[in-house]
RNA sequence: GCUCCGAUGGUGUAGUCCGGCCAAGCAUAUCGGCCUUUCGAGCCGACGACCCGGGUCCGAAUCCCGGUCGGAGCACCA
């Protein structure tokens, strides 16, 4: 090799054309973008879905769910929905039905369902077993001191007592007792850790409030770090993939598998992507709804998957999109245009064309005769039927306000389907119903008759015009020509897609 | 401040592990052309990127060092 690689390049490509003519012939074909393998896989994989359930799926929401699905789908196995509901103060009570009608309906099948409150009795005995290992200790220290000690690597009065004490005072904590402070379970890590965020933490804390699952059955709850950690090995999970905003997590989880000698899963974290203009902060939406200020969790303003599905977006949207994001580890940002048209790409088809016509402006058309409109439902497809209208002469008819604001004197332009007309002193004319020849604006318009509509936008502000009558009584994603792409829920509003 | 991570066109990615099929592919956006009675779709074309500086090597987007910039975490949230 190191005697070939001598060789000037020429002699290497003629020595290769020679020997393997077919290296040098191969052609770049187009690839399906595929999400790269999952490391250590041996047969099944168990994977998980772990959301709390403060409020019903969103954009966010969405990578973790379709990337999950989508390994366990390629190799087969397990995907566990495990709702995570240990701190009673930040749960919606209906999220639990909720996730689970969002999660089918982006066609992510988990085969299992997992409540955490309900599998408080599980985290009591692993914390036992800890404490008995003088892995674990409780504590009654004030926060201020508990972080400052952390922070100087020094060790508060309580790491030290015995596992035996420890015990009686966990015991009691969760006998639901008289309680004169508010004691911690406590993980003991390695105080010198150089990264403070791994040191010594926390695993269970109290809180009164009574949770909408167990009441005031419990009040010792785990946190996160602590049941996940006991719970992907309990549910044998095989995989976890999850955003690097969970690195610090990961590595305080590993302490608990190395002291109950568990086998650990094959962790791997990717960059997190950044969505902007919209709210994704459930306690926000929240807030909002109770105020009155959005209409509900599917408020057309809120990027919650009720949402988008109710604006139009589609499940095989959300999936091609996480797909050709990938796995990687650099942070990016969310891309609206892209995401946009992929969805383009699977409603265009389906579209049926109308004409909206937005802050309309009336005009009167001189010197044309009774004329039939006859409007594709979809372009170049007769098949599909039409939209038909019969125009009286010398019409009212209504046209987008922004386009005849610029219509100049002495303009011809193209009513789309009807005729031309021609702008003179002001006045518009009837200019003929050729098609071809010189170019003209094609603009839509609607008849007096029309129906008074109004857009729904994610910005929140409105668009108000006349849909063209035809379109009565028909819902679903349609196209308004010029417009854009909505979804029309009634005779009197739509929800804006996209463009 | 501490710990860790990363850097490919306007945006999102492929390639980086195992240096040569990469004078860098795809998508999206933009611009032009064709088609079309939509500013949609389709077809064709153009534009446009390996953060900077060193090093190793016949050869570096890829390996090494330094710098710069950016990010994540540092909760009794998840």
Redesign the pocket.
Known sequence: ??Q???LS?EK?LEIASEKYPD??H?E?K??E?KL?ELKNVHGKVVMRL???P?GPLHLGHTRLCILNDEYTKRYGGELILRI????P??ILPEAYEMIQEDCRWLGVNFTQYVVQSERIPFYYETARSLIKQGNAYM?????ED??RD?MNSTACPHRNISPEENLSIFESVIGNGPLQE?P?LVIKTDLHH?????RD??AF???EKPHPHTGRKYRF?????F?VAADDHDLCLTHVIR???????TERQKYIFRYLGWKLPEYFHY????IGDVILKTSLMKKGIISGEYTGWDDVRLATLRSLAARGYKPETFRKYWV????????????W??F???N??YI??TSD?YFFVSSPEKIKVDDAPETKA???L???DDSRGFREYTVTKNPILYI?G??MSEIENGDTI?????YNIRKEDGIYRFAG?E??GEKKK???WVSEDSIPFTIKKPDGDDDHGLLEKRATGKNGII?L??YS?VNKVSDSTALFLH?
């Not at 504590?139 to 926060?143: L, Q």
């Not at 150089?194 to 791994?198: E, H, I, K, Q």
């Not at 050709?324 to 891309?335: K, Q």
């Open positions: 090799m190191d070939l690689n001598q390049l290497q290296i040098l191969e770049h187009e690839k973008k790269p772990a959301p709390s403060s995570e509901d240990t701190n103060n930040n504590c009654s220290c004030k926060v508990f972080k952390l508010h911690v150089p990264n403070p965020a791994v933490w926390i804390r109290v809180i709850f785990p946190l996160m770090n049941c955003g690097t905003d969970h690195i610090n997590n960059g997190i992507i950044h050709d994001s990938g796995l990687n580890d650099v942070n990016a940002d969310f891309s245009e892209i946009n048209s992929i383009r790409q265009d088809k064309r006859l409007l594709n979809y372009p170049n987008p922004q386009d193209r009513l789309k389907g009807l119903t098609v071809h094609i603009i839509q196209q020509e010029r792409f463009k």
